[in-house]
């Protein structure tokens, strides 16, 4: 029972691999440089979100070259959320912490995040105070982003924070216990509660490679997360159908007051009719697309499939 007890990490540290050839060699210097002044056992667990270069052979080289490398290889690519939670549901850990593989996420930042769970916090988010090399038009996307979500989530989700952070095995129990599968990790350690705070950090660009994470993988994220986290738009749904009631009813009170008054005024023709049309047509479209988004969620949760499949295990026959 001791060696086995000694086998088991202090430290577990998550990060998701897809596409990540150019960085794997950089970020697991620094990373293994943290990692060999922890006053503990570590863990480096990579997850290959189904990469099509040469990540998978690197992660496999890592992991003969240093025990402390753990990997899951998935079947296909499912995505960052879910390689972040195969990764939770994986570390042994009893501090976890979750960065990133563009080295946006510092890995120098640990210990003082360590230090912060010293103190009794058993969440550490790490905060955005200034995106280095990104187009206003990022910034400006994620600045609003963030107040929107902040203003409309049921739970209060800090700011310009993405899923760099450190959980204490407790919250991380808790997170893999939760079986929804459109997942928003930040979202979901805000909702767990228990003590929270940030360390505050200058985001720098990514070391190598392309962007992972398009415009339009984006916006499916802040779709999900509004939907997962907010029943706001469904009551703007209602909110936009009874303004449409009612300016339905003014423009039927005009028509009428125009046949009777004045017979001969241009807009009551063909033109006023067909902006009507179309106008209560969108309004049924647009609240029609936000149940769908709900629908869509409950359909995902209903059919109950896995969240992911594994090709490849490493590292963890410890």
């Not at 203003?151 to 893999?176: E, K, Q, Y």
Request: proline letters at 4%; aromatic letters at 12%.
């Amino acid at each position: 029972m001791s060696s086995l007890a000694a086998n088991v990490p202090k430290y577990s540290l998550i990060i998701p691999i897809y596409n990540e050839q150019e960085t794997i060699s950089e970020m697991y210097r620094r990373v293994s440089a943290v990692m060999d002044r922890l006053d503990g056992e570590t863990e480096l667990v990579l997850i290959n979100d189904g990469s099509r270069d040469k990540s998978l052979s690197m992660l496999r080289e890592l992991h003969q070259r240093d025990k402390r490398v753990c990997y899951l290889s998935f079947a296909r690519n499912f995505g960052h959320q879910i390689a972040v939670t195969a990764g939770l549901n994986f570390v042994r850990g009893q501090v976890i912490i979750i960065l990133d593989a563009d080295l946006q996420d510092p890995p120098e930042l640990i210990p003082d995040m360590l230090e912060k769970w010293r103190q009794g916090y058993q969440v550490v988010y790490a905060q955005r105070t200034k995106r280095r090399k990104e187009s206003w038009f990022k910034r400006f996307m994620a600045f609003s982003f963030y107040r929107l979500l902040k203003s409309l989530a049921d739970v209060d989700i800090p700011t310009d924070t993405g899923d760099f952070c450190l959980m204490d095995r407790s919250v991380v129990d808790l997170l893999n216990q939760m079986p929804e599968r459109n997942r928003y990790i930040r979202g979901l350690r805000s909702w767990v509660g228990f003590q929270q705070t940030a360390i505050h950090f200058e985001r720098d660009p990514r070391f190598a490679g392309e962007v992972k994470y398009t415009f339009r993988k984006s916006l499916s994220l802040a779709i999900n997360s509004l939907v997962s986290f907010s029943r706001v738009p469904l009551r703007i749904a209602s909110y936009v159908g009874l303004i449409s009631a009612a300016f339905s009813i003014v423009m039927a009170c005009l028509v009428l007051y125009w046949r009777l008054v004045e017979p001969n005024s241009p807009v009551t023709g063909f033109a006023t009719i067909a902006i009507a049309v179309f106008f209560i047509g969108s309004v049924q479209l647009i609240c029609i697309g936000i149940l769908g988004e709900y629908i869509g969620r409950i359909y995902e949760e209903v059919k109950g499939r896995p969240l992911y499949t594994l090709a490849e295990v490493g590292g963890f026959d410890r």
